[in-house]
C-alpha cells in the first residue's frame, strides 16, 4: 500500500518542526505515557522523595506505615480517537483554512506519534450513518486507511452525537483507553458533564478544539441555511463584539468543566500550529497527572 497521506504528514512535520522540536514531541509523549502504567500491581513501603499521591491511605492504616501503590509496567497503551464529523466540520478555522482539513492533519500527526511508540489505537466516527469504531491495531498502513476512510465521511451530515460517539467505545471495548478527542467549540459544549464523570473514573480523556471562523468575517457561507452571510452582517460591529463575548463566556464554561475533569484541551486553527499544540496539550496532560 502506498501511503500518500502518511507522507503528507511526514512533510507538514518536517516543514514546522526542527528536528530537536520532534524530538522533543517524541520524547515527551513516552514521558507521559510511559512513565507510570494505569494497571494497579501491589503495595510496597513508602520511601522518602515518592509521590504522596501513591500513598493508599486505607492499607496504610491496617498495616501500622505508610504503603505505596505500585503499579505494573507495560509497553502499550490503548489510544483511541473520537472524531467529529457533519456540516460544522465542513467550514472553516479562525486562519481561513478547513476544520475537515485540520482535523485530518491532527489526527494523522498524533496517530503517526503513537505509531512510532508502538501504542495501538482505534478511531470512533459517523460511516454512512452508522458509528464505527475501528479494532485497535498498530502500523502505518493501518493509519492510512483510517485516514482514507475519514476524509470520505468527516464531510457527511452527522447522525450522532458527540455523546453517542464517547459512549460507544465504553460500551464495546473493555479496557483502559486514552480517549483523545477532536471536535470543536460545539462539540465541547455539547459534551455532558456526566459523560466526563463517565470516562474520567477510569480513563484519561483530551479534547483538541478545531477553531471556527467569525460569521463576521467577510465572504463567509452559512452552513446551517445553505446560503452566503449576508455583507451588511460581517460590517456590523456590535454583532461581532457581542459574537466576542458569547465565545469568549463558551470557551470559559468548557474550560471549567474540563478543568473539573482534569481533561487538557488545545485550541487549533492552521496546519503550522499543529506540533507545537501538540506539544502544549501533552505538557498541560502531564502537568494535571502529576498534580
Known amino acids: 500500500m502506498r501511503l500518500q497521506y502518511i507522507e503528507k504528514i511526514r512533510k507538514n512535520i518536517s516543514i514546522q518542526a526542527s528536528k530537536k522540536t520532534v524530538s522533543l514531541l517524541e520524547g515527551l509523549y513516552k514521558s507521559v505515557f510511559h512513565g507510570k502504567s494505569m494497571d494497579f500491581d501491589d503495595l510496597r513501603d513508602y520511601v522518602v522523595g515518592d509521590n504522596s499521591k501513591d500513598i493508599d491511605w486505607k492499607s496504610s492504616i491496617r498495616h501500622g506505615s505508610l504503603l505505596i501503590r505500585r503499579y505494573c509496567a507495560y509497553r502499550r497503551h490503548n489510544m483511541i480517537f473520537i472524531v467529529d464529523s457533519g456540516k460544522k466540520i465542513n467550514g472553516i478555522t479562525e486562519s481561513g483554512e478547513n476544520k475537515s482539513d485540520i482535523a485530518l492533519y491532527v489526527f494523522g500527526t498524533l496517530a503517526y506519534l503513537i505509531n512510532k511508540n508502538e501504542d495501538e489505537i482505534s478511531t470512533v466516527y459517523n460511516k454512512n450513518g452508522s458509528i464505527m469504531a475501528k479494532p485497535f491495531k498498530t502500523g502505518l498502513p493501518n493509519i492510512e486507511m483510517t485516514i482514507n476512510d475519514l476524509e470520505k465521511n468527516i464531510l457527511l451530515d452527522n447522525s450522532f452525537s458527540i455523546n453517542e460517539l464517547l459512549e460507544y467505545p465504553l460500551k464495546r471495548f473493555k479496557r483502559k483507553m486514552i480517549f483523545i478527542v ?49 455583507r451588511y452582517i460581517s460590517k456590523n460591529k456590535l454583532l461581532k463584539e ?50
Request: hydrophobic share 35%; glycine share 2%; aromatic share 4%.
Open 242 to 291: 457581542e459574537e466576542k463575548e458569547i465565545k469568549k463566556e463558551l470557551i470559559d464554561k468548557n474550560n471549567r468543566k474540563f478543568k473539573k475533569y482534569r481533561i487538557s484541551t488545545v485550541t487549533i486553527s492552521s496546519k503550522k500550529e499543529i506540533v507545537d499544540s501538540i506539544i502544549d496539550l501533552l505538557e498541560r496532560h502531564n502537568h494535571a497527572i502529576r498534580h
Open 182 to 230: 477532536i471536535s470543536d467549540l460545539d462539540g465541547a459544549n455539547n459534551i455532558t458533564e456526566n459523560m466526563l464523570k463517565k470516562i474520567t473514573a477510569s480513563h484519561d480523556l483530551l479534547f483538541i478544539n478545531i477553531s471556527d471562523a467569525s460569521i463576521c468575517d467577510s465572504d463567509l457561507y452559512d452552513l446551517n441555511e445553505d446560503k452566503d452571510i449576508p
